[in-house]
């Protein structure tokens, strides 16, 4: 399950990191690294900034 997150969180990265400039790219790593290490949250936190680009 952990692998899984993993990988769910590397694709939403490089989603998002398609969408936005490196400068704010380097922002949201900053956000995400101030949560807990646990991969659940990666996965989720760069879901929620696709979601926000995506605008749904």
Known sequence: MERR???RAYRFWGLVA????VEKLAELDTRR????GDPAYGA?????Q??????R
């Not at 690294?33 to 807990?36: D, E, G, I, K």
């Not at 989720?44 to 929620?48: A, I, L, M, P, T």
């Not at 696709?50 to 605008?55: K, P, R």
């Open 44 to 48: 989720d936190f760069w879901r929620q």
């Open 5 to 7: 997150f993993i990988w």
């Open 18 to 21: 398609r969408r936005v400039s």
């Open 33 to 36: 690294s101030r949560l807990p």
């Open 50 to 55: 696709l979601v926000e680009l995506l605008g």
